[in-house]
Nanobody
Framework: QVQLVESGGGLVQAGGSLSLSCAAS????????VAWFRQAPGKEREFVAG????????DYLDSLKGRFTISRDNDKNTVYLQMNSLKPEDTAVYYC???????????????????WGQGTQVTVSS
């Protein structure tokens, strides 16, 4: 079992930055692939970024490459999402999710993830 708790959301002006954290319980966190998803009002939840268990591979939604960076610290059981140059269209609830590692593969489909956090709201004003 893994429990995930997101933090770091808030209100920021367009062009600003936020850093989200996903803190996990359990001593086996390093066995899990972790991803960030987001869901804007009236829209489906979408993949944002993912990272393999060791952090040696990452994947991003193409439109976010260069602005968002995912990283992890397994000693701290935490995954981070650094978001720069934020735009109003980045406004959403951001969730972290985890599943047992599938090696190099980082799924972009939310239904395959077994564990989810409660989400943290990110609002970008224009």
């Amino acid at each position: 079992q893994v429990q995930l708790v997101e933090s770091g959301g808030g209100l920021v002006q367009a062009g600003g930055s936020l850093s989200l954290s996903c803190a996990a319980s359990g001593r086996t966190f390093s066995m899990y692939t972790v991803a960030w998803f987001r869901q804007a009002p009236g829209k489906e939840r979408e993949f944002v970024a993912g990272i393999t268990r060791s952090g040696d591979r990452t994947d991003y939604l193409d439109s976010l490459k260069g602005r968002f960076t995912i990283s992890r610290d397994n000693d701290k059981n935490t995954v981070y999402l650094q978001m720069n140059s934020l735009k109003p269209e980045d406004t959403a609830v951001y969730y972290c999710a985890a599943l047992l590692s599938r090696g190099w593969f980082i799924p972009r489909t939310d239904v395959v993830y077994d564990y989810w956090g409660q989400g943290t709201q990110v609002t970008v004003s224009s």
